[in-house]
Structures are given as C-alpha cells and as structure tokens.
C-alpha cells in the first residue's frame, strides 16, 4: 500500500520517477506527488488527488529541473484522498520533503507535542508528522539530517518505508524501513533507485539492496552507498542481482493487466512447474524440500497462513495437504491468527502464502510463529520480498510480476506449487506411491495446455454471457470440495472489479439459510464438474431451479444432463479432482473481468483497494 520511489543521480529526475510511479500504481492510486531537489537548493513538490497521469497533467509547464527526487503514490490510510493529504510532505522550515508508506501509530501523540511546540499542521496525515518531528531535530535541536532522522525514528510507532530529501543538501537521499518493503538499486556512476519493490528499478540496474528492519541508508549521488542502524552503527551492505522480464511490467497488447495475467496463465504455470517436475529422475523435486526434508517431514500439524486469494489457494493446499501427505492441516487467516494467542508447537510447519511477500498481518503471523518456535515455509511470488526474507525455506511461484490489483495467476501458481508440495510429502512419508505420483505430475504438467485451449474457447462466451449479469446486485456462487475455494475465489473477483454483491458458499450450505435469497433475480453461479460430488451438486442445482433462480454452470464437456438443467454452461475438460480449481477457476476470472467492463469499471484499478496490503 502506497508506493515510494527516488533517484539521485546524473540523469534528470522527474522521468524516472514518473515511470516508477506508473509502475507501483498497483500500490495505491488516491493521490500522487513529487518533490524535485535541484542543484541550486531548489525544491519543488507537485502533488494531486488521482492517479500518476493527473499528477503528470498537473505538473505539466512547471520547473521540473533536478536530478534528485522523491516521489510517492497513495493508498489513503489517514485523510481522504486530496492534494492536501498526498506525499511529499515538506516540513515547515520548508527544507525537508518526505515520502511515506506505512502508518505511524503514536501519530496523534505527537502532532500534539509538536503543535505545543508551534508547529503548524497542513494535512491531516500521520506522514506529515513525522516530517516535521524531522524538522523539529534538525532545525530546532540542530541536529544533522541522518541525526534528525535517526531521533525521530526512535520516537515512532509503526511501520513505515520513508524517504527524505533536503534542499540544503540537494545530492543525497535518506531512506529508512521498519515493516514496509524498500529496495536500493545501485546503478552506474554513482547513481541510486530507490522504490518499494524492484519493478520501478529493474530498466536500470539488477543490482539491488533490500533494506532490513530498522535500517537507514544514506544515497550521495557519485558516492558510496552506506546503511546504518537507529544507534547508527554500519550495516554491512548486501547486494543482490535480481532478474525480472520487462516485457512482464507492460500490457503487450492486452486492454488490462488483469486480462493479460489471465491469458499468461499457461506460461505462468509451466515456468512455476520448470526444474521441480521430472527433473533429477524423480516425478518431483523441490529444493526447499531437500534441504529441510526432516522438519517437514516429521511435523505434527501444517498451518497455512495467508489472506483474501493466498487465504482461498491454502484452502485448497488444505485438502491437498490432508489428501496425499496425511498431516492434519489448519487453515487461518492470518489477520485473526496474530491476534488471538493460537496453540503453536516446535513440531509445527506454518506455511506462509503471499503474493507480494509483504502482506503485515501474514507477515506479523510468521513471526508469531517464528517467536513458538515453529519452521516457516513460505510460498510467495514476490522475489526477496519481506515474507521470504522471513522464513526458513519456501517456494517461489514464478508466475512474473502480478500488476492487475485482482490475483489470477498468482492463485493459479500458489495451487500448483501447493498441489507440487502435497506431491512431494506424500511421496516422501510414503502416503503416495512413486507410480500415484508419475501419475499425478503428469495430469498436473497438461495443466497449462488444457488451460490455454479453455481460454481460447470460452473466452467469447463467458463475454457474451457478462452481458447479463451487468445488472445483477447480488450473486451466489457455489461448489463442493475442492471448489469450493473455488467458488469464495470467484466471487470475491466479481466483488472487487465490479461491485456487485457477491458469495460463495459450499453448495451443500444453501439450504441451512442462503437459499433464501434465490429468486429469478439471483444468478447463481454452480461448479458442477463431472467429480466424487456432481449427484451432490446436481441435487442443489436442482433445488435453485425449483425456485426459479438463474443458473449457470460449470461444467465438464459432455454432461449433458446438466445443460438440461442449468440456464446457462460453461464446458471444461476433465481433469483429476485435485486439480480442478486450476480450470474451474478460468471462466469465474474470465467472468469478474468481462462484468467489470461491460460495466465501465477501472479493472486494474478498482476502487478503494491497493495491492500490496502492508498496513493491517
Ligand atoms: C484479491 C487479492 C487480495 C490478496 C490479499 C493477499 O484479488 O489480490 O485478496 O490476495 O491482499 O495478498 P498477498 O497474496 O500479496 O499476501
């Protein structure tokens, strides 16, 4: 939530910073500013309510020179959305200029002890606070800027990723992280990016630092780069080189991220599944097996961590876990998990689900878990994110930067690394066979073909039939098994991109209170694939119909019997049970999306979310 970039450098600043901003968009979208430091000590700050193209509108014909600068893009946290609350926030000796993303907790605290002290607040932020706690150091206790900086950092509460620039010091940035991502690109000649995830950085260097807790770097243009701590004693520097496609970061072609994230999906997969499938003659591997095979092995209990679509994949890696390696698994959202004083044993395998890596309420889980003495297994997107920073070992998807703020592929790649991982363990503890698991890999690698000849095929229908539920307030979504995450996963798109009231519920639950609701203004979305469950689900088909609700249907090709019965289907090819969410789940993204712009909805940018949640 909220997205920070800065450069100082040789290069003039305001484009780099645009195109960075452009790129975290997906972080927040409220408001958008920049603050320019130029050689001259001049600082200039442009900021607007909207988006970055408001912010370019805004700034286009004004003195845009200066080859440092800050520049921040908003999920709004404290204060609506208006120029006033939008970041850079320049303190009041006008020196100082901050981005900030994160929330200061003992905001209020201080405002008031600095309003006593005479300073004058312009914006109703938590950001603006700590700007002027800055100020306070340097201006009135005369500290140095780092100095300043270090002392009102002691003094917050919260998280926060911030960087600062002082126009009396025009070539240096300081930046500092406590709980929200911030990565430091090193580029040539002294040059340095910073921004809250790698993509606004990687065109320039792949040469990246990602801050730890507690540290502050100090960026002087043409110089070396340096971390210190709170004390101020030197962290060592560690670099890393990170690899990212750009052609990932742009639409090639698509109208949306999100429809280009839904017809990735195939390459998304088979990148997911390259090395770990057939490889070393075994049907699996997974190095983060290899290494930690005892403690995943012998563990009591798996407990899956996560929130919103990580928290409907775990559902399924639930059944998935149970199914084939026999370990009683837990599911939590990891919100209600750190907050409640859960029973956590050493024998305990928590298992982490994250796309961005740096959702704070699974983040603060597996610390909580870390703290009881439990191994942590992550399994995340997001490379060198905070989640997989944090725990033991893990699992990346490799399904590419997720940009569209609605998950697709990241789901769809956290099933198949989990249904890879209850592979492994089953074969591992002797649950499965060696010939199950053949058996198994295969149905699993024809995943990606059979979804991209689904997309192809039903891609015009499911548009067509968009159309008629533009009109719907409310619709119900069901399934059994394994898809019923399924259903709370396609409901929850269609909510999110399109604002139509949405639930998904286990088929078998709509007589004990929802099928109440159904009547012939209630579309009800049913997955009703050929499985173990179908008689089941037909049944409850069945009872929709009997009260005249609108049914359509997802089924498997050549069932006819539910085609008589359902108003409307969708045809898929018949796949293993287990591997079912990662084809019913096709036509309920393909559906969300085609509802929202039938709608004339900002699918990319729906309305009050942001994509990487870092504030609780
Ligand atoms: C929904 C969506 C969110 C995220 C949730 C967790 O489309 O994207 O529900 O799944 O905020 O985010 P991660 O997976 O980054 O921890």
């Known amino acids: 939530m909220c997205g920070i970039v800065g450069y100082v450098g040789n290069n003039d600043a305001y484009p780099i910073l645009i195109n960075g901003l452009k790129r975290l968009e997906y972080r927040g979208y409220d408001s958008a500013g920049v603050a320019l430091v130029g050689d001259g000590c001049t600082l200039n700050v442009y900021k607007t309510k909207g988006k970055v193209a408001d912010l370019e509108a805004h700034a286009s014909g004004k003195p845009l020179g200066g080859s440092t600068g800050i520049a921040h893009t908003r999920w709004a946290t404290h204060g609506e959305p208006n120029e006033a609350n939008a970041h850079p926030h320049v303190s009041q000796s006008g020196n100082i200029a ?41 201006t009135a206790l005369d500290l140095p800027l780092l100095q300043a900086v270090q002392a009102a950092l002691r003094r917050v509460i919260g998280a926060y990723a911030i960087a600062v620039v002082d126009s009396r010091a025009p070539r240096r940035i300081i930046a500092a992280r406590k709980s929200s991502p911030l990565v430091v690109g090193i580029g040539n000649e002294g040059d340095f990016y910073l921004a809250s995830d790698a993509s606004p950085i990687i065109e320039y260097t792949d040469r990246m630092v990602y801050l730890n807790d507690g540290e502050i770097a100090i960026l002087p243009a043409g110089g070396e780069m340096e971390i210190v701590n709170l004390d101020n004693k030197p962290v060592e520097l560690n670099v890393t080189r990170v690899e990212m496609n750009i052609s990932q970061l ?24 390259r090395g770990r499938v057939n490889a070393q003659g075994q049907p699996l591997a997974l190095s983060s097996l290899r290494f930690h095979s005892k403690r995943m092995l012998n563990a009591s209990r798996y407990i ?80 060198g994110s905070s989640i997989p920073r944090n725990t033991d070992t893990g699992c990346y998807i490799h399904v590419g930067p997720e940009i569209g703020v609605a998950s697709t592929k990241a789901f769809t790649g956290q099933v198949t690394v989990l249904a890879m991982l209850a592979l492994s363990l089953g074969m591992a503890r002797g649950t499965l066979s060696h010939d199950e698991a053949r058996q198994a890999v295969s149905q699993l690698t024809r995943i990606p073909g ?10 015009p229908q499911v548009e067509q039939l968009a ?32 604002y139509i009231h949405a639930e998904g519920y286990p088929a078998a639950e709509m007589k004990h209170g929802p099928i109440a609701l159904v009547d012939e203004d209630m579309p009800v979305v049913v997955i009703a694939t050929r499985n173990a469950m179908y008689d089941k689900v037909r049944s409850n088909v069945q009872e929709i119909k009997a009260r005249r609700g609108r049914v359509i249907a997802i089924t498997t090709q050549g069932d006819t019997a539910m085609g008589d019965l359902a ?32 709608k004339g909805k900002d699918v990319d940018h729906p309305r009050n979310l942001a994509k990487s949640v870092t504030v609780e």
């Open 98 to 138: 901050i981005v900030h993303n994160g929330i200061i907790e003992n905001y209020a605290t201080l405002r008031s002890q600095l309003s006593a002290k005479g300073y004058q607040f312009k914006s109703s932020t938590d950001t603006e606070v700590l700007a002027q706690l800055i100020d306070y150091f340097n």
């Open 250 to 273: 742009e639409k090639g072609g698509f109208p949306h991220f999100m429809l280009k994230e839904i017809f990735e999906q195939p390459d998304c997969l088979n990148d997911c599944m």
């Open 304 to 383: 899956i961590v996560a929130c919103g679509t990580s928290w409907h994949a775990g559902l399924i890696g639930k059944q998935l876990l149970e199914n084939f390696a026999q370990v009683p698994t837990s599911i939590e959202y990891a919100s209600e998990f750190r907050y409640r004083n859960p029973v956590i044993n050493p024998s305990d395998v928590v298992i982490a689900i994250s796309q961005s890596g740096e959702t704070a309420d699974t983040l603060a889980a597996v610390e909580l878990a870390r703290e009881k003495g439990a191994f942590i297994y992550g399994i995340c997107n997001s490379v």
């Open 450 to 459: 059979i979804i991209k000849e689904t997309l192809e095929r039903i891609n």
């Open 567 to 598: 108003d409307e289907c969708i045809a898929l090819p018949e796949v293993p049970e287990y591997l079912e969410p990662l084809i019913t789940t096709i036509p309920l993204q393909l559906l969300a999306y085609h509802v929202a712009v039938c």
């Open 467 to 498: 159309k008629m539920l533009t009109y719907a307030r409310n619709v119900i979504y069901l399934g059994r098994g394994y898809n019923y995450p399924v259903a709370l996963e396609g409901a929850l798109k269609l909510k999110e991109i399109s």
